[in-house]
C-alpha cells in the first residue's frame, strides 16, 4: 500500500535506444514489492507474442498487462490502416483513464503511448487530458520513442534511451528472452 500523502510522479522512458518498456517492468517489479496494483497498457503491440504477458501471469492479480495496440504502425508486419490504429490508440487511451480513476492501482504504465502521439494516433492535447484527470498520489509511466516536449516539461523524471550499439547493426535479428 502506498503511503499516504506522497506526491504521485508522471515518468517518462523516451528515446531511440532499447530499454524503456524494460525499465518500465523493472519499476513494476519495484512497486509489486511495495504491495502496489499496477497496470500496463500497451498501445502499439499486439501483434506479437512477449514473454512479459507470460511473466505477468506468474505476478497476478497485482500485475496486469493489457495489449490494446494494432501492433507496430506502418512498420514490419503491419496491415491495419490508420483508423484501425486511431481507434485502437484512442480505446487504450479510454481504458486506461477508466483503470487509472477507478482506485484499483497505484501505478498505471502507457507502453508506446509516446510512438501513438509521435506518429498521430493520439494527440498532445489528448494524452494531456488524461494527464490533467491523474490523482495526486497516483504514479504513471509513460514509455515509447518520440516524446513531445510538452510531456517532457510535464513529467517529474525523463529518461532518454541513446543507441549507442545494437546487435541489429550486425544483422542479428530480436532474440527471445532477451527483446521479446
Known sequence: MKEKGKRGFII???GDGKGKTTAALGMALRAIGRGWKVLMV?????????AELDAVKRLAPDFEIVSMGKGFYKILDDHYTEEEHRAAAIAALQFA?????????DLLILDEVNNAVSTGLLSMPQLAELLDAKPVDFHMVLTGR?????????????????EIKH???????????IDF
Open 146 to 162: 518520440g516524446a513531445p516536449p510538452e510531456l517532457i516539461e510535464r513529467a517529474d523524471l525523463v529518461t532518454e534511451m541513446r
Open 12 to 14: 517518462v522512458y523516451t
Open 167 to 177: 546487435p541489429y547493426q550486425k544483422g542479428i535479428l530480436a532474440q527471445k528472452g
Open 42 to 50: 500497451q498501445f502499439m503491440k499486439g501483434t506479437w507474442h512477449y
Open 97 to 105: 483513464r477508466e483503470k487509472m480513476l477507478s482506485g484499483e492501482y
